[in-house]
């Protein structure tokens, strides 16, 4: 693996949650992602099932875990790929049980070959049977997923019994972070900030939007990370404006302001950030108007956030603050506010969620109904998109709840407009 061994104790705590609340007698099984077709005889890079690693710290494909709490001794088991030399030879080497072992805490491992003669049995004998389907409301596929699948099979085969889908259980307890992966979230945001760091003295006009994206994935790589968390948002002049704008194919323009939204990803873990600057190195009197509008948004909402609220409460204050900067930017009037539409005047400059919960996925588990606890790790972004004026601005960092306040895991990032025009021009 790429990053630092993870202590397995970090799995071994994720599991005893998650098995904590499940009612006495149940057994739960999870399958490792799929690996997806790519074309030919190629797949899509690999990226292990989050609630998989989550109480696994296994990345190889074709893995199972059961939990179970009909037994007293055994709690866990995992089933992994059994090592054979001629898909050795292609492949490379696959983990040993032992291996997997020293990753999971997971004593009992077999091979998947048993899964399905061990699983009857314990069953048999449980009450209460869960799968682990993804639940994400936003996530619209036609796949058939192997744990949807098995959710259906075991409804089918086992009508005298319970049989529920494990993943509110599990974004339960994944929505407040353990110190470890609090650590990890942190050396995701530092190899965010080297990169932003590299990339400003590489700015010019004439240079395409990608090869700014080549300057960041080498610095992601060149430090252990996965790579990219999400699809890197690289636009320059209009394009800032398209909020999920990823072609990344156009030429730096004099006089544009570049808008990058990226993040590292290590082991597994995301970090998420948003800066804006000028592609000559220079902001004009206007894209100041603009940049220190979103900052004080910014920096009024981060100074928010803390236990006790939610994400829809600042929400509020965000659309606010927002309106207040648009009528002094000049884009509303009093009498756009007053005049009652579908959607409240400012929707028009901005049209998206001011935060949403970071972890092991970018949009991590979650709802913004939920009151923030410490431990919880949220983005904050507040922005303004006027395709009048060619200007988005978007700023952005990863924010960590803390006992009583939060603390900013990008806060060694610069923002402030004259720091970043100092990096660009020295
Ligand atoms: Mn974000």
Redesign the pocket.
Same mark, same amino acid.
């Given at each position: 693996m790429r990053y630092n061994a993870i202590p397995s104790n970090l799995f071994v705590k994720n599991r005893k949650k998650v098995l904590e609340k499940l009612p006495a007698c149940s057994s739960a099984v999870l399958f490792s992602n799929p690996q997806m077709p790519k074309n030919g005889d190629e797949f899509h890079p690999y990226r292990q099932s989050s609630d998989f690693f989550y109480l696994t710290g296994i990345c190889q494909e074709k893995s199972i875990l059961v939990l179970t709490n009909t037994d007293k001794e055994t709690q866990a088991i995992l089933f992994i790929l059994e090592q054979k030399p001629e898909l050795e030879q292609w492949e490379g080497r696959k983990l040993t049980n032992a291996e997997a072992t020293e990753i999971s805490g997971i004593y009992e491992v077999h091979f998947i070959e048993e899964f399905d003669s061990i699983w009857n049995e314990l069953a048999l004998k449980s009450d209460h049977l869960f799968f682990c389907q993804n639940l994400n409301p936003r996530l619209k596929t036609d796949l058939l997923l192997p744990d949807k699948l098995f959710g259906d099979e075991l409804a089918r085969k086992w009508q005298n019994k319970d049989v529920q889908c494990l993943a509110g259980i599990i974004s339960e307890c994944r929505i407040v972070k353990e110190p470890e992966e609090i650590a990890l979230i942190q050396t995701a945001s530092n190899i965010t900030r080297e990169a932003f760091l590299e990339i400003l003295p590489h700015i010019k006009t004439g240079i395409h939007e990608y090869e700014i994206e080549a300057i960041m994935t080498s610095v992601f790589l060149r430090n252990g990370a996965n790579g990219h968390a999400f699809e890197p948002i690289i636009s320059n002049g209009r394009n800032t404006c398209y909020l999920h704008y990823i072609k990344n194919d156009q030429l730096l323009q004099d006089g544009n302001l570049v808008l990058m939204d990226f993040g590292a990803e290590y082991a597994n873990y995301a970090s998420?950030c948003t800066r804006v600057f000028p592609v000559n190195g220079r902001f004009t009197k206007r894209q100041k108007e603009f940049y220190n509008a979103v900052l004080r948004v910014f920096k009024e909402i981060r100074s928010t956030i803390r236990p006790g609220i939610t994400i829809n409460d600042y929400q509020k204050t965000t659309c606010q603050l927002i309106q207040e900067e648009l009528l002094t930017l000049g884009l509303l009037t009093q009498n756009d506010i007053q005049t009652r539409g579908d959607k409240p005047a400012y929707f028009k400059y901005f049209m998206h969620g001011i935060s949403?919960f970071i972890g092991l996925d970018?949009h991590d588990v979650g709802e913004k109904t939920e009151i923030l606890r410490p431990g919880m790790v949220v983005?904050c &972004?507040p922005g303004i998109y006027c395709f009048e004026e060619n200007t988005g601005i978007r700023l &952005?960092d990863t924010i960590l709840v803390t006992e009583d306040d939060s603390y900013d895991f990008m806060e060694t990032l610069p923002i402030e407009l004259e720091e970043i025009e100092e990096l660009m021009n020295c």
């Open positions: 998420d949403h970018t983005s &972004e &952005e």
